[in-house]
């Protein structure tokens, strides 16, 4: 009897860990989706007696020219898109917008993979007018990606933060089964991080790795730094009767790098 009761504490608190771990893993992803330097971005500018609340594109296809939208509920305004290549002393070139029942809209040229532009819209009324946002805008290229391909990448990275953090969960098990979870984490960064990571980036910005020894790009470090944790991790399992603390400091590790946004210090 007390062996079915040990059980059946054990099921209910292993369900507690994975909804703690799952809850983790939504708050992670959503801060780095909502942080990261290719989210639109969000604000309001007060013009003329009215808000004009404004969410513009920082990221584009490199295929086709990025549409800029600014929504100024008044269709008598007029509207420019200023724009050149970033960090350039190029002179900035002017786009007249259309205004189309209050919206207005102009054409950001493509770029190649990896190449930014940095635009602002003048809004135009009768008598005054105001730039939106304040400071440039710097959009981002990159090549399409096939969709089967990105969310299959998406949803295995998304499973192995879930591992990660449910592993590091486990020490608070009486009898806590590392083993298994640690090597579930492994083998899902190899494929969703080492694989379809690279698979993505190579559509994306034309090459498959551009981490450690090749670059220094933060996204593939990122990857890197957590699987090599892991893997020490596995080994310590073996070698180690501190190996709670080797799983804890990989769960952490872990967690900080998917904190830390996709493309923040560029591609």
Known sequence: ?????????????????????????????????????????????????????????RSGSSNDNSTIKLNVNDDKLQGVLLWKRYNTNDELTRVDMKNEKGVLSGDLPKQLPSGKLQYFIRVIGPST?????????????????????????????????????????????????????????????????LVLGAIVQKYAFGEYWTGIPFGFDLTDNKTLIAWLAWILTIIMLYRSAKAKYWVLGASIITIVIFLIPHSLLGT
């Open 1 to 57: 009897m007390e062996q079915t009761t040990d059980k059946s504490t054990g099921k209910k608190l292993s369900i507690i860990l994975w909804i703690i771990a799952f809850i983790i893993t939504v708050f992670t992803a959503y801060f780095q989706r909502v942080t990261g330097p290719t989210y639109p971005l969000s604000g309001s500018v007060s013009f003329m007696g009215k808000d004009i609340f404004y969410k513009l594109d």
């Open 129 to 193: 007018e105001i730039n939106v946002p304040k400071e440039p805008v710097v959009l981002r290229f990159k090549g399409d990606i096939p969709f089967i391909i990105l969310l299959l990448h998406i949803v295995i990275m998304f499973a192995a933060m879930l591992f990660s953090t449910r592993t590091g969960l486990e020490i608070f098990r009486k009898e806590p089964g590392f083993k298994k979870y640690a090597y579930w984490t492994i083998a899902l960064l190899t494929v969703g991080g």
